[in-house]
């Protein structure tokens, strides 16, 4: 059942060439030229008029939600709010009936995301479901939706569900800036051609598996880490750090790079792992500027970078190289690394990887 592989987790991780390849299946027709969307067909209008898009989600599912405000605002221009679920249905929030709310849930049962859901509907805004189990509650508590076709996620942490998600969200973001005429014919072509090849982008990434085995290794005794990212890379190093933190009980933060001067540099000192996401995009320059600071106070840095950069290596203990892609698919590649090394530190802490303590896979209470 775990497909030779020790872990749920672990055979989870390298399904994703698979799992990305399942979500765009029908969805993305390069050859075509199209984009299809079956759920959306009905509310096209809708979204083209959207006056706001408000993201409701939990967890790993609300990081998703994350690189999707970056993905809507950059190509459909449409102003996007990214809510946990559990803090939305108690604020008494401001929803209209033009509003569209899109609920991200791999489970499709969590009870908060279920009942900002309920909320947002008796306000009148109209319902989106990003869902991977078919006929779950969210998924039919939606109005219209777009399955994730992940396949069952059995590892409470949650990683292949969280590619497919964006996956999903990224075709959505296309589709809806063609229908707004808010992005370019040849801008959509590049990014029709780029997102074809991440499934063999992630398939490359998933080679490192042996080289971040060997840095868990030298970390697998840290007491804390910091993930640093900017732009589309923040949600990343959030995600990073809540993988770590949930299987391997190490404490992890995740930071926007350029808020680290604001209070958590203080933690840096030679014994602080600063895993910084430094792949080749407009924030570059900034994130090597990041990178010095945390060199001068001594910090360990692990940096993920775009394969045959030369400007980070000579900063960084350890660099993990990955494939090169647009920076808006970024997240579908640099989020590997970050799964494999928690992924190989909880191992070598002894943890019970596929069921860490304290966590169910779907939370079903609030
Ligand atoms: C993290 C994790 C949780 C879930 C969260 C939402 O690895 O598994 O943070 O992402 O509980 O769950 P769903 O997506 O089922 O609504």
């Known amino acids: 059942e775990k497909g030779g592989y020790e872990h749920f987790m672990l055979k989870e991780i390298f399904e994703q060439p698979r799992s990305i390849m399942d979500s765009m299946r029908g969805r993305l027709e390069l050859e075509a030229g199209h984009l299809n969307m079956g759920g959306i067909r009905a509310y096209e209008q809708k979204f083209v008029n959207a006056q706001r898009i408000i993201i409701v989600a939990c967890g790993t599912s609300w990081h998703a939600g994350l690189v999707a405000e970056y993905l809507i605002e950059d190509l459909a221009r449409i102003p996007v709010e990214v809510e946990y679920a559990s803090e939305f249905r108690y604020r008494n929030p401001i929803i209209t009936e033009r509003d569209i709310v899109i609920a991200i849930s791999q489970s499709g049962e969590t009870a908060d995301t279920l009942a900002a859901i309920e909320l947002a509907k008796s306000k009148g805004a109209t319902i989106f479901g990003v869902c991977n189990v078919v006929g779950s509650s969210i998924a039919r508590a939606t109005d219209a939706g777009a399955y994730t076709h992940a396949g069952p996620e059995i590892g409470v942490a ?31 072509r590049e990014l029709m051609v780029e997102l074809d090849t991440i499934p063999t982008k992630v398939e490359k990434a998933l080679l490192l598996d042996a080289q971040i085995r060997e840095i868990a290794v030298e970390f697998k005794d840290a007491t804390n880490f910091l993930y640093l990212g900017r732009g589309y890379n923040f949600p990343v190093a959030l995600e990073g750090a809540l993988k770590l933190k949930e299987i391997s009980y190490i404490h992890a933060e995740g930071y926007p790079a350029a808020e ?65 892609t647009s920076e808006i698919l970024m997240p579908l590649v640099s989020v590997v690394p970050l799964q494999l090394l928690s992924y190989h530190i909880a191992v070598l802490r002894g943890c019970n990887v596929d069921q860490p303590r304290n966590l169910a896979k779907s939370v079903t209470v609030e």
């Open 260 to 324: 680290m001067k604001h209070g958590p540099i203080a933690l840096i000192d030679e014994n602080m792992p600063i895993v910084v996401i430094a792949t080749r995009d407009s924030s570059y320059e900034k994130v090597v500027s990041n990178i010095q600071e945390v060199k001068a106070r001594k910090g360990r840095i692990i940096a993920i970078v775009s394969e045959g950069d030369t400007v980070i290596p000579p900063m960084a203990e350890f660099v993990i190289e990955v494939p090169h």
């Open 158 to 188: 949650s990683t292949k569900a969280f590619t497919a998600q964006v996956t999903v969200l990224t075709l959505l973001a296309m589709i809806m800036g063609q229908k707004r005429g808010t992005i370019t014919d040849t801008k959509l």
